[in-house]
């Protein structure tokens, strides 16, 4: 879904739904105390406090990567949103992003994935399969696997918009409620005044409040530089993926933005292709986009004519993050 111009304001249609807001929190907020079953192994979860992307995937990516570096087995567990298969599966080689989802792709790229909407299950499978830890991508709000440690991810700029929870805002539960179950919170990009507000709350919750950055891969920058470029994602917040070319120098005179998770039609894809050829531009997306673009349903030969520009986390304080990994790594 696309986030409505009204979350990012106290207007009066976040008002009118205020009442349907409250119902919603009361509901999310006693979900999330429930106690959820344990995975015999550490569980460490990457969430959002809001609806839409935050950069969820690519910290979890960099908290698999310490565990690793600590000598531990981490396993991802994701419902695999915008896939058909239910799990418990293990990511293999041969799936697509309509069977799994776009982010699991990313993930097994690390490291063991499991896709499982039922996340004991998926537990379980993981540790079948050898893992000594759990890394969950999404499933902050879910109560049915404990987690050892909860991290929410907030991004700096969008903070957490109107402050009100769903419909009426972004949140997915009530703010307190939701930092009451974390163990961290880690802002990404500079924090402005929404996500400011996010950092006090955190501090009076006694939170340890981490930064970090998202930095587009050097190797496909510097290969675009002097080039000009038809971006386009559809991610929770496109803007923000053409915010980062032009932070990087990348010139995409023509952006397209689409909803989350979207699967583009072979329609879509012939009208990309032929603006990028009109304007003699290059194709750009993200790495999540590009896994939705499937080669054998692309009779407009986007996925072939397109690159992708992968991101990764760079913490402020990396050493401040590794030793939280490493102390679950050692439970």
């Known amino acids: 879904m696309r986030e409505p111009r009204f979350w990012r304001r106290n207007g009066a249609l976040a008002r009118l739904l205020a009442p349907l807001a409250a119902i919603y929190g009361v509901i999310t907020g006693t979900r999330m105390a429930r106690a959820g079953a344990r995975a015999g192994v550490p569980v460490l979860c990457v969430g959002n406090l809001t609806l839409g992307g935050a950069g969820k995937t690519p910290t979890a990516i960099a908290l698999a990567r310490l565990l690793i570096a600590d000598n531990a087995k981490p396993f991802f567990l994701t419902r695999g949103y915008g896939g058909t298969l239910a799990g418990p ?149 496109p803007e923000k993926f053409f915010a980062t070319l032009a932070a990087a120098g990348i010139a995409a005179p023509i952006t397209r933005g689409f909803p989350d998770h979207h699967a583009y039609t072979a329609a879509e894809a012939k009208g990309l292709l032929e603006t990028a050829r009109r304007e003699r531009l290059l194709l750009l997306t993200t790495e999540k986009d590009f896994a939705r673009i499937e080669d054998e349903d692309d009779a407009a030969g986007l996925k072939s004519m397109t690159a992708a520009l992968s991101v990764s986390l760079i913490p402020d304080d990396e050493d401040a993050i590794r030793k939280l990994t490493s102390a679950i790594a050692a439970r």
Do not use: C, W, Y
């Open 89 to 237: 599966v293990r990511v293999m080689a041969q799936h697509r992003a309509a069977e799994v989802g776009d982010e699991p792709l990313l993930l097994v790229k690390t490291a063991p994935t499991v896709v499982a909407r039922d996340r004991v299950r998926g537990a379980k499978l993981a540790v079948a399969g050898g893992a000594s830890s759990i890394v969950m991508d999404d499933g902050f709000q879910n109560p049915s696997l404990a987690k050892d440690f909860a991290l929410v991810v907030v991004d700096g700029e969008l903070g957490i918009g109107n402050g009100r929870v769903f419909p009426a805002g972004p949140l997915r539960a009530p703010l307190a409620a939701q930092l009451k179950r974390a163990s961290a919170l880690l802002v990404i990009g500079d924090a402005k005044a929404s996500a400011l507000e996010v950092i006090e709350h955190a501090k009076t919750h006694k939170l340890p409040v981490l930064h970090g950055r998202l930095v587009p891969d050097p190797a496909t920058v510097s290969t675009l530089q002097g080039k000009k470029v038809l971006a386009f994602a559809g991610i929770g917040h």
